[in-house]
Protein backbone atom coordinates (compact mmCIF):
# COMPACT_ATOMS: atom_id res chain seq x y z
CA UNK A 1 0.00 0.00 0.00
CA UNK A 2 3.22 2.25 0.75
CA UNK A 3 4.39 2.03 -2.47
CA UNK A 4 0.83 3.14 -4.13
CA UNK A 5 1.25 6.22 -2.19
CA UNK A 6 5.04 6.83 -2.81
CA UNK A 7 3.80 6.62 -6.79
CA UNK A 8 0.82 9.05 -6.77
CA UNK A 9 3.35 11.28 -4.81
CA UNK A 10 5.76 11.09 -7.59
CA UNK A 11 3.51 10.92 -10.87
CA UNK A 12 1.46 14.48 -8.77
CA UNK A 13 5.36 15.97 -8.89
CA UNK A 14 6.34 15.32 -12.32
CA UNK A 15 2.73 15.98 -13.38
CA UNK A 16 3.05 19.58 -11.71
CA UNK A 17 6.51 20.06 -13.05
CA UNK A 18 5.24 19.41 -16.63
CA UNK A 19 2.39 22.23 -15.90
CA UNK A 20 4.54 25.03 -14.67
CA UNK A 21 6.79 24.20 -17.89
CA UNK A 22 4.18 24.53 -20.37
CA UNK A 23 2.89 27.84 -17.92
CA UNK A 24 6.30 29.29 -18.29
CA UNK A 25 6.91 28.45 -21.85
CA UNK A 26 3.12 29.82 -22.91
CA UNK A 27 4.48 32.84 -20.69
CA UNK A 28 7.47 33.61 -22.51
CA UNK A 29 6.04 33.38 -26.07
CA UNK A 30 7.48 30.02 -27.11
CA UNK A 31 3.79 29.63 -28.92
CA UNK A 32 3.34 32.86 -30.61
CA UNK A 33 4.08 32.24 -34.09
CA UNK A 34 2.25 29.69 -35.22
CA UNK A 35 2.24 30.80 -39.22
CA UNK A 36 6.02 31.43 -40.08
CA UNK A 37 7.30 27.70 -39.19
CA UNK A 38 4.80 26.17 -41.88
CA UNK A 39 6.14 28.64 -44.96
CA UNK A 40 9.82 28.67 -43.95
CA UNK A 41 10.27 24.91 -45.19
CA UNK A 42 9.30 26.33 -48.69
CA UNK A 43 11.73 29.03 -49.13
CA UNK A 44 15.19 28.22 -49.95
CA UNK A 45 17.75 29.38 -46.80
CA UNK A 46 19.60 32.04 -49.05
CA UNK A 47 22.59 31.64 -46.55
CA UNK A 48 23.23 28.27 -46.87
CA UNK A 49 23.82 29.11 -50.66
CA UNK A 50 26.68 31.50 -49.78
CA UNK A 51 28.01 29.38 -46.83
CA UNK A 52 28.36 26.40 -49.26
CA UNK A 53 30.08 28.50 -52.04
CA UNK A 54 32.58 30.05 -49.48
CA UNK A 55 33.64 26.74 -48.48
CA UNK A 56 33.64 25.25 -51.77
CA UNK A 57 36.09 28.12 -53.00
CA UNK A 58 33.61 29.55 -55.27
CA UNK A 59 34.33 33.26 -55.48
CA UNK A 60 30.66 34.07 -57.47
CA UNK A 61 27.58 34.70 -55.22
Given at each position: ?29 QFD ?29
Amino acid sequence: MGMIYLMLIVSLIIALFFLVSFFWATKSGQFDDDYTPSVRILYEDESIKINKQKTDGNTEV
